[in-house]
Structure formats: structure tokens, C-alpha cells
């Protein structure tokens, strides 16, 4: 079979990764579709109540505030679940008239392309909440690399909560999906070696 072939770089160490971290990607996924869930009923729950300022109801201060910021975490906590299990987009129709070694050869590299960008996006929101988190002491920051800390805290206009907050949540799901698209790398690689596309395990 496929899965007991020795071929490749650390194949059974690949594979044992491969179900960790498809574990901890679905969980990521199961808390990103709890976030939007409650976005969408806090949605319902400040129209209804711009609808019913007569009965003395109104709207949830900050709603769009708290949408924006659950969406973006929401955003980054789905794309580690979705590149483990080669979710992205792809032209099936034109790939698969090509021959197995092939298939996995550009497998390969839209993995490696992925793996890059993750990596620049992970790298760049970390830079941006280096921007606006106001804690930690100059040493801890030149050490972690997020510059010089800010001279005041931004935060959103109506709740006035810490621009930051969604900054850190989001770098969870970014950092991981960054991890998750080098694993797909070092996955589509032994799939190369062998000639043919696994099983996602």
C-alpha cells in the first residue's frame, strides 16, 4: 500500500504529524465556525433591536466593531483545516489528465507557493501587532522582533477596545496555518518521491 511504502523523507514521522496537526487544525476550525456562529446571531440580535426601538430596544453598541474582529479571527482559524486537506482551489480538470508524478510534482509546488505566502502573511501580521501592542520591555520586544512599543494604544472608535486583541488572535490561526502549509511542503514531497498522491490522512 501506499501508506506502508518506505519511500520518501521520514515517511512515518511525516504521517504521525500529518494526524496531529490535522487534529489541532480541525479544532481551530470547529472555534472559527463557534466565533462566526455568534457574529452572525449578534448580527440578528442588533437588527431586531434597531427594529424595535419603540418597545425600548435598540441596537448592540459596537456590533460591526465585534464582526470585524470575529471574522478576521474567524478567517485565519479555517485556512490551517483547509490547506491540510488540499482545500484550495485548484483546475482538477486540466490536472487530471496528467500522469500521477506530475500531478504531484505541481502539487508540490502549489504547496510551496502556499507555504511561502502563509509565511509572509504570518510574518507581516506580526509586525502589525508589534505596531500596536503597548506592553513588554524593550529588550523582550528587539528580542521578539516587534520594534519600538507604540506611544499610545490604538483602539476601535464606539467600544474602545485594544486594536491588539484582534491583532494576537489572529496571529494564532496565521502561525499555525503558516506551520501547517511547510508540513503540506515536506507531504507533497514524499508524494513526489513515490510518484503518485497519498491518502490525507
Known amino acids: 500500500m501506499l501508506s506502508d511504502s518506505p ?12 494526524r496531529i496537526l490535522k487534529i489541532v487544525a480541525k479544532w481551530l476550525a470547529y472555534f ?3 466565533l462566526l456562529t455568534a457574529a452572525a446571531i449578534m448580527t440578528i440580535m442588533s437588527i431586531a433591536g434597531r ?21 478576521a479571527v474567524a ?32 502539487g508540490m509546488a502549489g504547496d510551496t507557493a502556499m507555504a511561502i505566502a502563509a509565511s509572509v502573511i504570518a510574518w507581516r ?18 528580542l521578539l522582533m516587534l520594534g519600538d512599543k507604540p506611544y499610545y494604544t490604538e483602539t476601535t472608535f464606539i467600544l474602545r477596545m485594544p486594536v491588539w486583541y484582534g491583532y494576537a488572535l489572529s496571529m494564532v490561526g496565521a502561525a499555525f496555518f503558516a506551520v501547517v502549509c511547510i508540513y503540506t511542503v515536506w507531504r507533497a514531497v514524499n508524494w513526489t518521491i513515490r510518484g503518485q498522491e497519498g491518502p490525507i490522512v
Open 32 to 34: 472559527g465556525g463557534v
Open 75 to 106: 478567517v485565519f482559524s479555517f485556512l490551517p483545516w483547509s490547506q491540510i486537506n488540499r482545500g484550495q482551489v485548484t483546475v482538477d480538470v486540466l490536472v487530471d489528465t496528467f500522469p500521477p508524478r506530475l500531478r504531484a510534482g505541481l
Open 125 to 142: 501580521l506580526w509586525l502589525g501587532l508589534g505596531e500596536r501592542l503597548p506592553m513588554g520591555s524593550d529588550t523582550l520586544r528587539t
Open 51 to 71: 427594529a424595535l426601538i419603540w418597545a425600548g430596544l435598540g441596537p448592540i453598541p459596537g456590533d460591526f466593531e465585534l464582526v470585524e474582529l470575529t471574522c
Open 7 to 18: 519511500k520518501g523523507i521520514a515517511p512515518l514521522a511525516e504521517a504521525r504529524l500529518g
